[in-house]
T-cell receptor, first 117, second 109 residues
């Protein structure tokens, strides 16, 4: 158990719908990351939040958005869903690293498997 | 951006055999992680190894940062070792991880 929790485990929805995925980081971790794993694209970084602020963005579609709340949990919102959005969505968290030092270990949650029909 | 290549893409072993998985990366890095994705989809941390060698039971890893590669050794493999092994490195001084395509390991009884 990594200490990162994600809900729900599975989500089945229809095209055009909107869903929200939730992540709680490990106790004390300030950074939250979202990754998408699809069959054709592999594991790809989407977005990072650090202590409530967006810190880095990857290949995240405009239909997707995220936020990190004061209690440090994060939500990933996916809207106008398409068949191609079906994937495993992972949340990861890491501790505050030393300024200028190497990135800390990222610990991954169990993932949310999204199926868009 | 940084490129990560893993080899071999697939590996089939008999229980008890040893194996070596390789990860090459195209630029210098200050962090490298190895993960095991089990058949249920969970990504399990194996090693955080920017350089040097680490061991954890039957698994060990070595990263030679100057030559831009890392190796994961699995000894006396067990059926529970089956799954996909990923290495990941941070993109250009950031914390966002770039993953290789993985090595799919099947250990037969």
């Amino acid at each position: 158990d990594s200490g990162v929790t994600q809900t729900p485990k599975h989500l089945i929805t229809a095209t055009g719908q909107r869903v929200t995925l939730r992540c709680s980081p490990r106790s004390g971790d300030l950074s939250v990351y979202w990754y998408q794993q699809s069959l054709d694209q592999g594991l790809q970084f989407l977005i990072q939040y650090y202590n409530g602020e967006e810190r880095a963005k990857g290949n995240i579609l405009e239909r997707f958005s995220a936020q990190q709340f004061p209690d440090l949990h994060s939500e990933l919102n996916l809207s106008s869903l398409e068949l191609g959005d079906s994937a495993l969505y992972f949340c990861a968290s890491s501790a505050l690293g030393l300024a200028g030092g190497p990135p800390d270990t990222q610990y991954f949650g169990p993932g949310t498997r999204l199926t868009v029909l | 951006g940084i490129q990560v290549e893993q080899s071999p893409p697939d590996l089939i072993l008999q229980e008890g055999a040893n194996s070596t998985l390789r990860c090459n990366f195209s630029d210098s890095v200050n962090n490298l992680q190895w993960f095991h994705q089990n058949p249920w989809g969970q990504l399990i941390n194996l090693f955080y190894i920017p350089s040097g060698t680490k061991q954890n039971g039957r698994l060990s890893a070595t990263t030679v940062a100057t030559e831009r590669y890392s190796l994961l050794y699995i000894s006396s493999s067990q059926t529970t070792d089956s799954g996909v092994y990923f290495c990941a490195v941070p993109q250009g001084g950031s914390e966002k991880l770039v993953f290789g395509k993985g090595t799919k390991l099947t250990v037969n009884p």
